[in-house]
């Protein structure tokens, strides 16, 4: 009999202790057991002679699910790591890691594919008798080769061609497991690439020095500098040595463009992993990988997790992007994870962007990763002129001032396209009774509700509850509600009336949900059908514009007075990223950001010097405030129905980590707080933080360390719940 211990998808940090009888199972394995009335499916974490349970009382494992383990040695050890620097429990670490369909039970074994393969009969047939029929016949030459997917087949040749060799009775269908020798291998060619610059050059040689060991890149440089180009000219040396590729990226649906390049140059199948797909396709997927079938594997934040045989190079795209950091659950940083696999694998980690993280930057400027540096734009193309526009007193329509008016209106003329910014969608973010002054407040948020006139209805974008548009206020009666300031469906309204002669599209989260509609709006817009784009966040990240000349910023301001101290790198990324929208061809382009604060050192020091300027600055404001990167954080959150609940939940938290509860002082880790968060309130619940900071990882790490399980018992949890998050980004 063996004790194994079993990693379960429940909320404890720790594992189970479960009886096996024969040799005992690796690490690795899913099996299923009875939990209370509960039978769930686990993975075997470890082995043991002894338990802390009484062995009597201890229960068998029911089922053993896969023959080997579905995690390489590399993804266990990334596993433990995780649960062990997020302080989170392992069996929730290992659901995190897992595509769904495994988290089910489904078989880890790739399914068998269906083959073309040539009968007996067209072993030995005559081709000259297919002499007429030329798609027959290629076909029937190239299965003297190697046998061809049923799919493949059929997009090739056509259904028609293929009846008919079946009928001729030249070719049949078998089933088989597509063999683990990589197909993709066979169909790698090299299309035509530009010649690298100077620049490029350098970054090139410097990520292939490093094949076949760990090594950390960031890949500084401003947009349209052909980082994308150095990418690809890495992957090469990467497939040729037979090796695989995996690439993160911030939303795939913003890089269809990206995608294509990869799969053009080196005309192999790129396997993608995005939120469309169902379980099954992104458990093919996995499989894939997994079996070294693909070469190229490219997703957002969780395809981290996705296993390769034969790994070779790791990519961040716009490794800034604060969609890698998970919010809830388990709060793992996608790019951080990023650097624990490349040295794991032993493979190098190219981190990209035109607006490196400050973290990022500082691990370069330190020479923990190296720097490289892509200072002009590839081709003929120039950077765009960025200004600021004083709008202090001036009357403005719709959010835009007069002078921005006609600056739109000169491109326009031109035929090109002008882009404009807001950070706010829906109509207006308040409605305001105009007799009173009263404003419809969401109750469970404590926030303005935000019209939104085509919907007619008054939503919280905090919580999502909605209702109709009132006719009246409900405080005076008076039907005189006004909507105040403006989101992106008023802009998209004034500037369909003001330039009626051109055609406008929204791009927002409200006009851009649903499968490939995104896609279709990217794509409308690269073929000009729209000469004036709208839209929130979404317009920074990765897409690129060429026939915009005009990119107009407007409403930051709330950013530059922000409780977060990150509000002013985000602004600056924000900022530099729409920047980088303009002007990509040929045609030179101008960024215009409309402030009441045109003398803010931010937005100056920005403008005028740049990103890299303005990090630089950021950074040392870091250092004196002993803010991270300098100094490192762990937060901890209460939410209750009742705020007293949280506070003193988190109190007693607190209390835990002060020096009279054996918290060594060396340790050198101090609490802020409790203080309620940024948002205090939200679905009817109270929300408080307490900080944790110290100037040493591992003192914040220790401490924390010694200190969990007992945070997990106090008797409040029963009625408040709580949340970790190592290197927080979110204090809302
Ligand atoms: P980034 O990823 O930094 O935004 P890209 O790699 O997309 O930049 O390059 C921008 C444009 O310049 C693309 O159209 C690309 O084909 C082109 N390009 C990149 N490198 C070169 C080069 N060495 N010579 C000519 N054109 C290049
Ligand atoms: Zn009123
Ligand atoms: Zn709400």
Redesign the pocket.
């Known amino acids: 009999m063996a004790i194994l211990s079993i990693a379960l998808p429940i909320p404890k940090r720790q594992l189970f202790d479960y009886l096996y009888e024969g040799t005992p199972l690796p690490v690795g394995v899913r099996v299923c057991v009875s939990f209370g009335p509960r039978k769930l499916i686990g993975v075997v974490w470890g082995v043991s002679e002894k338990s802390d349970w009484d062995i009597s009382k201890l229960k068998s494992i029911e089922t053993v699910i896969d023959d080997s383990p579905i995690f390489n040695t590399s993804l266990i050890k990334l596993c433990s790591w995780l649960a062990q620097y997020y302080k989170h429990p392992i069996g929730d670490v290992i659901q995190t890691a897992m595509p769904v369909a495994l988290r089910k039970g489904e078989s880890c074994l790739a399914k068998p594919i269906q083959y073309w393969t040539l009968s007996d009969v067209g072993l030995s047939a005559d081709l000259s008798t297919l002499s007429r029929a030329p798609k027959q016949r290629t076909l029937i030459q190239l299965l003297h080769n190697q046998d061809i997917v049923k799919s493949k087949a059929r997009a090739d040749f056509g259904a028609a061609a293929i009846k008919s060799l079946v009928e001729k009775d030249l070719i049949k269908l078998i089933e088989k497991v597509p063999s683990s020798v990589s197909t993709w291998q066979q169909d790698l060619i090299i299309q035509d690439k ?4 100077v620049e ?1 050059a350098i970054a090139i040689s410097c990520i292939e020095a490093k094949l076949n060991q760990y090594g950390c890149f960031l890949l500084d ?1 401003i ?7 150095v990418y690809l000219q890495a992957i090469e040396q990467v497939l040729k040595q037979g090796e695989q590729v995996l690439i993160l990226v911030p939303e795939i649906g913003l890089t269809p463009q990206t995608v294509h390049r990869f799969k053009y140059r080196f005309g192999i199948d790129v396997g993608i992993l995005h939120s469309g797909l169902n379980n099954n396709e992104r458990l093919q997927v996995w499989q894939q990988s997994a079996n070294g079938q693909l070469g190229i594997i490219i997703g957002t934040r969780s395809a981290i997790f996705t296993p390769m045989l034969k790994p070779g190079l790791l990519i961040v795209d716009e490794e800034h992007d604060s969609s890698y950091k998970q919010q809830d659950g388990l709060r793992y940083h996608a790019r951080d994870l990023a650097v624990m696999r490349a040295r794991e694998e032993k493979i190098p980690l190219v981190l990209g962007s ?1 607006t490196p993280a400050l973290e990022t930057l500082n691990n370069a400027l330190t020479g923990k990763y190296q720097h490289l540096k ?1 200072n002009r734009r ?2 003929n193309a120039s950077l765009a002129t960025q200004h600021i526009f004083d709008i202090r007193q001036q009357p403005l329509k719709f959010g835009v001032a007069q002078g921005m008016l006609d600056r739109i209106s000169q491109h326009l003329q031109q035929g090109s396209q002008v882009m404009l910014f807001i950070n706010r969608r829906g109509y207006a973010p308040a409605l305001m009774c105009h007799q009173c002054g009263f404003v419809e407040h969401c109750k469970r948020c404590d926030k303005p509700f935000t019209v939104h006139k085509q919907l007619y209805k008054l939503q919280c974008h905090h919580c999502g509850s909605a209702k109709s548009i009132p006719k009246s206020c409900q405080q005076c009666q008076s039907n005189e509600l006004t909507s105040m300031g403006v989101g992106t469906e008023q802009l998209e309204q004034g500037l369909a009336s003001h330039f009626p002669q051109y055609s406008s599209i929204r791009i927002d989260s409200d006009t851009a949900r649903g499968k490939n509609k995104l896609d279709n709006m990217l794509s409308s817009i690269n073929n000009n059908e729209h000469q004036i784009l709208i839209g929130t966040q979404i317009l920074s990240k990765g897409h690129h514009f060429p026939n915009v000349t005009l990119v107009l910023i407007l409403d930051v301001d709330g950013a530059l007075f922000s409780g977060d101290y990150r509000a002013a790198e985000h602004l600056a990324q924000l900022i530099t990223q729409l920047a980088g929208r303009a002007g990509r061809a040929e045609k030179p382009g101008e960024m215009w950001l409309q402030t009441h604060d045109p003398g803010h050192p931010l937005l100056q020091d920005l403008i005028n010097n740049g990103y890299a300027h303005f990090a630089q600055y950021a950074l040392l404001e870091r250092q004196h405030a002993n803010l991270p990167p300098y100094t490192f954080q762990a937060l901890f959150k209460a939410q209750a129905l009742s705020a007293r609940d949280a506070f003193d939940f988190l109190q007693q938290i607190s209390q835990l980590f002060s020096a009279a509860n054996g918290v060594d002082i060396k340790d050198n880790v101090f609490c802020v707080g409790p203080i309620p968060a940024l948002m205090e309130k939200r679905q009817g619940q109270y929300r408080m933080q307490l900080l944790l900071q110290s100037p040493l990882r591992s003192s914040l790490q220790n401490a924390i360390g010694q200190k969990i399980k007992q945070i997990e018992t106090l008797n409040l949890t029963s009625k408040i719940r709580w949340s970790l998050d190592i290197d927080p980004h979110d204090f809302s």
């Open positions: 530009p010649i690298a610059n490029q440089g947009t349209g500098s052909g980082k994308t180009e035109a892509l590839a081709g």
